[in-house]
DNA sequence: CGCCCAAAGATTGTCGACAATAAGATTGAC
DNA sequence: GTCAATCTTATTGTCGACAATCTTTGGGCG
């Protein structure tokens, strides 16, 4: 499933838009490695295009805070360093819980049996406990997404989607993570769904943010002993 | 009080940049009007620049959801409905109120004490009831620009002082916005800086989100009436 | 030997021109 | 008279080239 907020056609019509995609996942899959220069000439080349969409792409990259441009100096793709991370979680914890809340006002039923079906088979994945470190993470994020989505905010969808989750998956390539909270993690989950199914805003918002809050702690923890 | 995130340099090095804010004020003022188609070729010559700074510009608008661009069409100014109006209201009540919480937690003393002195001021101001209109709801953005601020959170703060206080502004400059909450609004702005000052994060976010959930059903009674 | 200055190289920023696509107008047919 | 199709026109998308700026390399001076 593709973290997109709008279904995007096939092939996007103009070559600007390709080039912006491609980019973005390049520098979030770490293709294009943290703090690299990014010369437009090379880029133009490799990507056989010219440079003009390729700055527009990159204005784009710019607005989402992927790469950081200089004026008359050049760009370079951003290196998240743990502050950033953190800060992104705490942004995460308000949005999201207002998501929530959102969601459990919003939600069809049928949406909301949906989610409690992609919990059961994350359930299964967690039992099989080989599989954790790609799945179970690909996982969380896939369950977060359509919380959001469930939220019907349209310009919240946008901020998480297009801007936050990019950054927040670039950040566990770039670590490979691998959490050992993921038992906790369904086990929030599961709160979470079933507050939404019982149409409890208030405690919906709570539950998530506190799975959001936990999340970061266990990254802080994590990045504390990576430091040391 | 200029709304950006960071000081930005008298004369910006490169044109794109610089159309980039002029583009941004015309939007936000209205004097490019809502739904207005924008054409590359007369934009350019007005501003008497090449269409390729432009359409960088563009493109950044565009992220800032300032614009909307169709493929090979062209791109209009957005015209902001009554709905996203309160969509920006809901995501400014969850990120507000984490911002203040956290400006509980981080903001120095000295600049604690420089909002308490900002809102005396206000409060002469809204002795005098006739300045009301502009000036109040201008320092109503002043007070929340300055409490994210203090967050600390670099990303909240460029989230919310780089695209969603523009559209706030855009907004009140599309409808003539005067509020009768002046009074209410600035007792509540009140209550917020008294719970920062004793560093309490959990009350002075529930206090925020509460004055923009206030604020939300205010712009939502007075759009009901505009309706009828 | 190290530091500073200058020139060469490379890269970014900007421009004008061409190609491709979409909107609008004109003409023809029913 | 209305609809449809085609042609015209205008706008967007893309490209290559020039100008301005920064970086780097080389040389000279202290």
Redo the contacts with the bound molecule.
Sequence with gaps: MSITAEALPEVT??????IFDQLRQAIVEGEIPPGS??????L?ARY?????????A?RRLESSSLVE???????RVITLTSEQLLEIYVIREALEGMAARLAAEHMSDAAIADLKRLLTRHRTDVAQEEWQTYFQKEGDLDFHFRIVQGSGNRRLINILCNDLYHLARMYRCQFGMKSDRARDALKEHELVVEAIAERDGELAEWLMRRHIRKSRKATERRLAAMQE
Excluded at 13 to 18: F, H
Excluded at 69 to 75: I, L
Aim: aromatic share 0%; charged share 30%; no cysteine.
């Design positions: 019509a103009t070559i600007a838009d390709r220069k990014i010369s437009e000439p090379v133009a056989g295009i010219s440079r003009g969409p390729l700055r527009e990159m441009r200089k004026p008359n100096v050049g760009a």
